[in-house]
């Protein structure tokens, strides 16, 4: 940032003795006139072109090209540049003072009767011309407060009408007091009806050059009338700015474009540039007096800027700038004040009109850029109708739009800097562009920015086209195996669209990609060599796709691990289980799949019961229960009758019978869970009663040696 503001530091110095350099130069044709106008000097150039002549021919000849000066020699040319450039300024400020004090020695006069005639005109034009327009302001301030009560609260078009309406209702009071000015130079004074000396016109254009300046300040703070202010500052503030702004304006206004002129015709030309002295200085002095008045506030306030910013980039930049803008700014003023001292008729308009140049580029793209920002901090609401069909549409145009947004405001600085440089002449970026290499250049930047543009378009569209061929709500319902295979086609059209798009925009900005196409292939060779596990994954993955084992939504056993699956690549399985736990399997670990939905399902009832019921009665049971699921809602799934209840084995406790439901494919639980509580429950009914763990007691027989002593 040191670097930064020394080399403003030099800029700043160097540009007066640059504008006093060229403006040193005499003019071609000046010299050229004055040449022609002397006999003796016409006939020496005519005999020098002569001589001339053949030599200049020789010498183009022999030496087609100026040979290159050294840098030691362009280093001495041009701090001798800048030595006389500096020199002929303080020449020029001496002048300057020279003229400014022979008005008030005596040493410049003017006739006393064009003086009073001169008062008398000017008198009357004053008294009419501020008079008028100091009464329609106050009629108008009624008006404007009204307008702007009526649009407080309001915004869009309503606010932006009325701060135009007001701005109308000013400029017609600056208009019409300009004509009546004109009505009473023309009818009053001591011309003749009908006739208006050049003075008085003078003085009625600085009134509507000046007025029409400070109206554009007064409608951009609005000090009266907060309700319309569009620039974000406090009352205090509103009022402070504009009213120095109009004092400024209106100092150097009447100075410049009245005060001066009027002396150079009446007076002379020294007591003109004398005031046009004393209103540069004053005006310079009483900005840098404003500029350390604001430091404070100013710094304050960008600091605010870089705050609601996060301090990112742009924010600490603003940050610093905050720490040293009034220096900047003091530099800046002065180097003006000398400039203008050294050449006010070519430096002072140039420094004028690239600072207003660049004041352009900065407010313009500071709209562009806080009407980004705005936008992104918004958001991007799509209507109900299409959220219901493409429920993820906006989630994606989010995610895109502030990366986009955020290159788009990165483009708009860059603008903004060739603006600035391209008004103060540091560099001639409208030649370079217009030049072949320029174009060449901004054509293929374009052409690349395009590419990548079109590539996030069309992602957006076949990601929005799958999502809406995949929503329930619209069409036909998509089936898991196109659930699977369109998931699949997104994944991997997104990456040939990625890689297709990038090449092609290295291709627009004259790449060569024929060797990254290579080094990528032996990139792809070593990869496959020294990552086979992951080979392994994509090439089960894609033998798995092809014999439609499993898919999106079905419930399978893959790696010891069961569950539903909830998403499929071409490396790998995303399992869930009944514990909500994800799985994540690689295709590679997958040796078997059971695919517990595919075509219908069963659902197997096995039951157990003691030995001492009725097995018919269990049966019909059983029987019974299904009957009753039938008789729910579940019977939509059912494909078929029960099947019989059978007998399937023993135990030391129960007998275990078995029945089966057939379902459709996945549908088999909810009626399973129905079956087996109804079956329990009419088994409590009908007293069938489940196997329970029994202790039977056998005493056992006497010891044998206890017999043996009972028989004696």
Same mark, same amino acid.
């Given at each position: &940032? ?10 700043? #110095? ?101 003086? $009073? ?144 002129? &009027? ?35 100013? $710094? ?50 140039? &420094? ?128 898991? $195996? ?67 084992? &499993? ?98 084995? #023993? ?62």
């Amino acid at each position: &940032m040191r670097f930064l503001f020394l080399l403003l530091a030099a800029l700043l #110095f160097l540009a007066p003795a640059q504008a006093q350099q060229a403006a040193s130069e005499p003019a071609p044709a000046e010299e050229l006139i004055r040449i022609l106008e002397d006999d003796n000097a016409r006939a020496d150039l005519i005999e020098r072109l002569r001589q001339a002549a053949p030599e200049a021919v020789d010498d183009a000849a022999a030496e087609p090209a100026a040979p290159q000066l050294s840098i030691a020699r362009q280093l001495a040319e041009y701090t001798r540049s800048v030595a006389e450039g500096a020199s002929a300024t303080m020449g020029s400020f001496g002048k300057a003072l020279g003229n400014f004090q022979d008005v008030f020695t005596g040493g410049l006069n003017a006739d006393g009767e064009v003086l $009073r005639n001169l008062a008398i005109n000017i008198s009357i034009v004053i008294a009419g011309l501020f008079g008028s327009f100091f009464v329609l302001r106050l009629a108008t301030h009624a008006l404007t407060r009204r307008i702007a009560a009526d649009a407080q609260g309001k915004g869009g078009m309503r606010w932006l009408g009325a701060l135009l309406l007001v701005g109308l209702i000013d400029a017609a009071s600056i208009v019409i007091a300009w004509g009546l000015g004109y009505v009473l130079a023309l009818n009053t004074g001591v011309n003749p009806s009908g006739q208006m000396g050049i003075n008085q016109s003078l003085l009625l254009n600085a009134f509507l050059v000046v007025e029409a300046g400070k109206l554009v300040f007064r409608l951009a703070l609005a000090p009266r009338l907060p309700s319309l202010r569009p620039l974000p500052v406090s009352d205090e503030s509103a009022a402070y700015w504009s009213f120095w702004t109009a004092r400024l304006i209106s100092l150097v206004g009447y100075a410049f474009l009245f005060v001066t002129p &009027m002396l150079n015709g009446v007076v002379s030309r020294a007591a003109g540039s004398a005031v046009q002295v004393l209103a540069m200085a004053t005006a310079i002095t009483i900005a840098i007096i404003i500029v350390l008045q604001s430091k404070n506030d100013v $710094r304050t306030w960008l600091a605010g800027i870089s705050a609601r910013r996060n301090n990112d980039g742009i924010g600490r930049a603003l940050t610093a700038l905050g720490q040293h803008w009034h220096v900047l700014a003091i530099a800046y003023l002065l180097t003006l004040l000398v400039v203008w001292f050294a050449n006010p008729e070519t430096a002072l308009p140039f &420094m004028l009109g690239a600072s207003l140049q660049s004041l352009i580029a900065i407010a313009v793209g500071a709209l562009i850029v806080a009407f980004i920002g705005r936008f992104v901090s918004a958001g991007l609401t799509l209507p109900d109708d299409v959220r219901q069909r493409l429920p993820l549409l906006e989630t994606r145009l989010r995610a895109f739009v502030p990366g986009v947004m955020a290159v788009v405001r990165w483009v708009v600085i860059f603008g903004v800097l060739v603006a600035i440089g391209q008004a103060w002449a540091l560099f001639d970026f409208a030649g370079w562009l217009s030049s072949e290499e320029g174009l060449l250049v901004a054509g293929s930047v374009v052409s690349a920015a395009l590419i990548l543009l079109v590539a996030i378009v069309l992602h957006v569209v076949v990601a929005s086209w799958i999502e809406y061929r995949l929503s329930p709500k619209v069409g036909r319902v998509a089936t898991a $195996r196109e659930k699977t295979l369109l998931n699949l086609f997104k994944n991997a059209f997104t990456v040939a669209l990625a890689i297709f798009a990038l090449m092609l925009a290295l291709a627009q900005i004259g790449v060569n990609i024929a060797p990254l196409i290579a080094g990528a292939g032996v990139v792809g060779l070593a990869i496959g060599f020294g990552a086979q596990k992951l080979v392994q994954d994509i090439i089960t993955g894609i033998f798995i796709q092809f014999e439609n084992v &499993m898919n999106e939504g079905d419930v399978v056993e893959a790696a010891g691990r069961s569950g539903t699956v909830e998403k499929l690549t071409i490396r790998s399985v995303t399992i869930r289980d009944m514990s909500g736990t994800i799985h994540l399997i690689p295709f590679s670990s997958v040796d078997q799949v059971s695919n517990m939905v595919r075509g219908f399902s069963f659902y197997v009832a096995d039951v157990e019961v003691a030995y001492d019921n009725d097995i018919e009665a269990v049966k019909q049971a059983m029987r019974d229960a299904f009957e009753v699921v039938m008789q729910s809602e579940h019977k939509t799934v059912i494909l078929d009758d029960l099947d019989p209840p059978v007998l399937v084995a #023993f135990t030391q406790t129960s007998m275990k019978l078995r029945a089966r439901i057939k379902t459709l494919a996945g549908q088999q639980w909810g009626a399973g869970r129905l079956y087996s509580e109804t079956v329990w429950r009419l088994f409590a009914e009908r007293h069938i009663r489940k196997p329970t763990p029994r202790v039977s007691y056998v005493p056992g027989l006497p010891a044998p040696w206890n017999a043996d002593e009972g028989g004696d």
